[in-house]
């Protein structure tokens, strides 16, 4: 029996954790997975469309995008700017400046999101949306110094890690997750390219002591909170306009929830919200129809003079105007919802934009691990296919709705194409 469970292990390891195959799809079904265990959340939000026909579409269609791409072995073109490759790292610097810059001057404004949510919520949005150039920076300078490391030990890397500490733990003063999440896994997938090979078993451990952790941080946040201010209310909507059974299936479903410890409700209360928003969207679009691209136009929007709704604020809206009436908030007033990445597809246009979506992102993805696979994981392409692969796994929840985020992400994908392949190649 021993000998079974050795063996099966060692053919488990076998699994290249982070290749297109296996990392971002399996998070995705792990995340809706887990999801199911909602401890009655389901029966207080109403939850009535099912997920599952656009989940199941999603991942196939990844899968298609990443199978064309991988059997055509195609890679990013050069766009005719490989001679701007020896500015890359020049530019990588000139981004982290201007980033420490912008978080300095938050600090010393005293912007510091870990204080309570109606701060962390109402950052100086200029100096938020530059200070994240600031752990970018960081993550691909020391990403890039580790793989130019002729002699990489494990002291080194053990280095490596605790600078990568140091940024992380200043953003983590801004209470955001997502920088947290993206630093951590970029850096995990670079050290196992390049220092020492991560174990699906290992990685599996890792992966649920993170996940616990990042729940339990998002709890401790809520439970912080200053609730004698205003923002922080949690006032429920008027309920007078329900009907005595409406009112009392309402009251049932809340005192089961709440029967239930909540530290229990936070470990998987990320993942329970985004089918919910899911489920909201697909019932709302049923209803109303699709937005036509006003999510995506949203994310430029914004940073245009004048009052413009964010596209988070719209997703709230949506998924807000289905529960209000029946007593509830799925999201409180003045806060923004994640609509998962599948949830943003969909809103805008149903099935199809799902479909383009995910062919493109597993194309992307497949066609970045072919640059590696080609030049090598001593080359920056390890970094940039680590940095895709981390952003693309943390939209399955946030959606891919910021613009810093994208600006970030076409930065990285522009510097793999035009990066030249080194001499001393050390392949996969």
Same mark, same amino acid.
């Given at each position: 029996m021993k000998d079974r469970i050795k063996a099966t292990v060692k053919n488990i390891n076998k699994i290249d954790t982070f290749s297109p195959y296996f990392f971002l799809p399996f998070i995705l079904m792990a995340y809706f997975i887990i999801s199911l265990f909602d401890f009655w959340r389901f029966d207080l939000f109403n939850v009535r469309k099912s997920i599952w026909p656009a989940v199941i579409l999603s991942v196939l269609c990844y899968y298609i995008g990443v199978y064309i791409a991988d059997r055509r072995n195609w890679t990013l073109p050069t766009f005719g700017l490989s001679k701007l490759s020896k500015?890359?790292?020049?530019?990588?610097v000139i981004l982290t400046t201007i980033g420490l810059v912008a978080y300095v001057l938050m600090i010393a404004q005293g912007m510091i999101? #870990?204080?309570?949510?109606s701060v962390r919520r109402n950052l100086d949005p200029k100096l938020n949306f530059f200070s994240h150039l600031l752990w970018y920076g960081v993550l691909l300078l020391l990403s890039y110094k580790m793989i130019k490391e002729k002699n990489m030990t494990m002291k080194k890397a053990f280095v490596y890690a605790g600078l990568y500490g140091v940024v992380m733990f200043l953003f983590l003063l801004m209470g955001y997750r997502t920088p947290l999440a #993206?630093? #951590?896994?970029?850096g995990i997938i670079v050290f196992h390219y390049v220092v020492k090979r991560v174990k699906l078993t290992w990685f599996l451990t890792f992966l649920t002591v993170v996940a616990i952790s990042f729940a339990l941080f998002g709890f401790f946040r809520v439970v912080m909170e200053d609730t004698s201010q205003e923002f922080n209310t949690r006032e429920q909507p008027d309920r007078e306009h329900l009907e005595e059974d409406e009112l009392e299936k309402l009251l049932t479903a809340e005192d089961r929830v709440n029967a239930t410890p909540k530290w229990i409700l936070a470990l998987n209360g990320e993942m329970v919200t985004g089918h919910i928003v899911l489920s909201k969207i697909i019932e709302y679009t049923e209803e109303e129809g699709y937005l036509g691209g006003e999510i995506h136009k949203g994310i430029f929007s914004t940073v245009l003079p004048g009052e413009q709704i964010s596209p988070r604020m719209q997703v709230t809206e949506v998924v807000n105007s289905l529960s209000v009436e029946e007593g509830k908030y799925i999201t409180r007033?003045?806060?923004?919802?994640?609509?998962?990445f599948i949830g943003q597809l969909y809103l805008d246009g149903g099935y199809i934009l799902v479909i383009i979506g995910f062919l493109l992102y597993g194309a992307l993805v497949s066609m970045l691990y072919n640059k590696v696979k080609q030049a090598g994981v001593k080359s920056f392409h390890t970094i940039a296919y680590a940095f895709v692969l981390t952003l693309f796994t943390v939209t399955i929840h946030t959606g891919l709705l910021d613009l810093i985020f994208i600006l970030m992400l076409g930065f990285v994908i522009l510097a793999s194409a035009i990066s030249k392949t080194d001499k001393d190649r050390v392949m996969l």
């Open positions: 500015f890359i790292v020049h530019f990588i999101g #870990l204080s309570d949510e #993206l630093m #951590l896994f970029t007033p003045g806060r923004t919802t994640t609509p998962t």
